[in-house]
Structures are given as structure tokens and as C-alpha cells.
């Protein structure tokens, strides 16, 4: 007898029981990968949204940085024309040219051109030192005087004031 117990023991080892997979799980794990893969999706999504956006804004910023380039000469010509008509008695041409300087500064406005300040202390991110003057009572680093204007679109300068700094 010993020996068929020991065939008995030494014979085809028991099978695991493994309980059958359960169907509601597998389909909550399927689940929960389809919602993770959706919300990358629509994070990757709005990433490209926000990032077409910028640089649709870039391309506007620049293509009006671009137009205030080329029309930069022709309001520097107006005022030159202006002080010259000034000094002759035609009043008419002096108004003429004074609403065509005007109409175009505002078209520039409208395009997000600002001019800068050249009231106060010297800053070399948005003036240009041409000239540097005994300033008497003004303090040392202070503009003294315009020798061009200097503007900006948006945060980008444009062109730099050209400048008179006091030594």
C-alpha cells in the first residue's frame, strides 16, 4: 500500500486553481487605458492649439514691425518738411503737410506704434548715444536732446531714439 500512495504522491502534480479572469475588470483596466490615452490626446491637442496661437500672434507682430519699418522714412520726411515749410509763408502747404503727417502718425498708432520717451535718464535698450555734452545742471546720463525719435511695436524696439546724453 505504501507503495501506491507514494505513486499517488509522486504522480501528476495538482493543478493551480486560477480564477477565471474577471470580465467587468478586464473591461475597467481597457477602460481606464482608453481614458489615459484620450486625456494625452486632448493635452497634446490644446498644446497645439496654444502654441499655433503664439505663434500666429508672432507672425502679426512681425508683419506689422515690418510695415512700421518701411513707413519709418516717410514720417521722418514729413517732419522735415514741416520745419522747412514753417519758415516760408505758405500756410496752406504747412497744413497740408501737417494733416498728412498726422493721418499717417495715426494709421501708425493704430498699428501698435509708440514712441519713446526720451524725458529723463539715458537707457541704452531704447536710445542710441550720438552725442555726449557738458550738461551744466543736469545730471550726468540724462538725455539733453532729440536728434531722431525712437519707436516701438509692442514690447520690440523699432528703431532706437537717437539721443544727446549730458557728460
Known amino acids: 500500500m505504501s507503495e501506491e500512495l507514494i505513486e499517488e504522491q509522486i504522480g501528476e502534480?495538482?493543478?493551480?486553481?486560477?480564477p477565471a479572469p474577471d470580465p467587468l475588470a478586464t473591461l475597467a483596466a481597457e477602460r481606464d487605458e482608453y481614458l489615459a490615452l484620450a486625456q494625452r490626446v486632448q493635452a497634446d491637442f490644446d498644446n497645439?492649439?496654444?502654441?499655433?496661437?503664439?505663434?500666429q500672434e508672432r507672425l502679426v507682430v512681425h508683419a506689422h514691425e515690418r510695415l512700421v519699418r518701411e513707413l519709418l522714412p516717410v514720417l521722418d520726411d514729413l517732419e522735415r518738411a514741416l520745419e522747412a515749410a514753417e519758415q516760408h509763408e505758405e500756410a496752406k502747404l504747412v497744413e497740408g503737410v501737417?494733416?498728412?503727417?498726422?493721418?499717417?502718425?495715426?494709421?501708425?498708432?493704430?498699428?501698435?506704434l509708440v514712441e519713446i520717451e526720451t524725458d529723463g535718464v539715458f537707457d541704452p535698450h531704447v536710445h542710441?548715444?550720438?552725442?555726449?555734452?557738458?550738461?551744466?545742471?543736469?545730471?550726468?546720463g540724462s538725455v539733453l536732446g532729440v536728434v531722431q525719435r525712437g519707436y516701438r511695436v509692442g514690447d520690440k524696439v523699432v528703431r532706437p531714439a537717437r539721443v544727446i546724453v549730458a557728460e
Open 128 to 140: 542710441e548715444a550720438l552725442l555726449t555734452q557738458p550738461g551744466g545742471d543736469v545730471e550726468a
Open 48 to 55: 497645439y492649439r496654444k502654441r499655433a496661437i503664439r505663434d
Open 98 to 112: 501737417k494733416l498728412v503727417e498726422q493721418s499717417l502718425r495715426n494709421a501708425l498708432q493704430k498699428e501698435g
Open 13 to 18: 502534480p495538482e493543478a493551480e486553481e486560477r
